[in-house]
């Protein structure tokens, strides 16, 4: 993990899933806006979420920005 003073980086969890689904994804105008790719529903839990939590890659870090205590 990566701490400053008011925030850090930590490794996504699972449990992080669900609140960028809703907050970024299921936003239907915002991600229109922000991505080219055509939007289409995704379950709750499903794997073929875009935050869902994947092994470790060479060209990517996926992480999570967490309040410092």
Request: hydrophobic letters at 40%.
């Given at each position: 993990?990566?701490?400053?003073?008011?925030?850090?980086?930590?490794?996504?969890h699972?449990?992080?899933?669900?609140?960028?689904?809703?907050?970024?994804?299921?936003?239907?105008?915002?991600?229109?806006?922000?991505?080219?790719?055509?939007?289409?529903?995704?379950?709750?839990?499903?794997?073929?979420?875009?935050?869902?939590?994947?092994?470790?890659?060479?060209?990517?870090?996926?992480?999570?920005?967490?309040?410092?205590?």
């Amino acid at each position: 993990m990566i701490k400053g003073d008011l925030v850090g980086l930590r490794a996504r969890h699972d449990e992080d899933v669900p609140v960028l689904q809703a907050d970024l994804y299921d936003d239907v105008p915002v991600r229109s806006r922000a991505d080219s790719r055509p939007w289409r529903p995704v379950p709750p839990g499903s794997t073929a979420s875009p935050y869902a939590v994947s092994g470790p890659a060479d060209d990517v870090a996926f992480f999570s920005v967490v309040e410092s205590e």
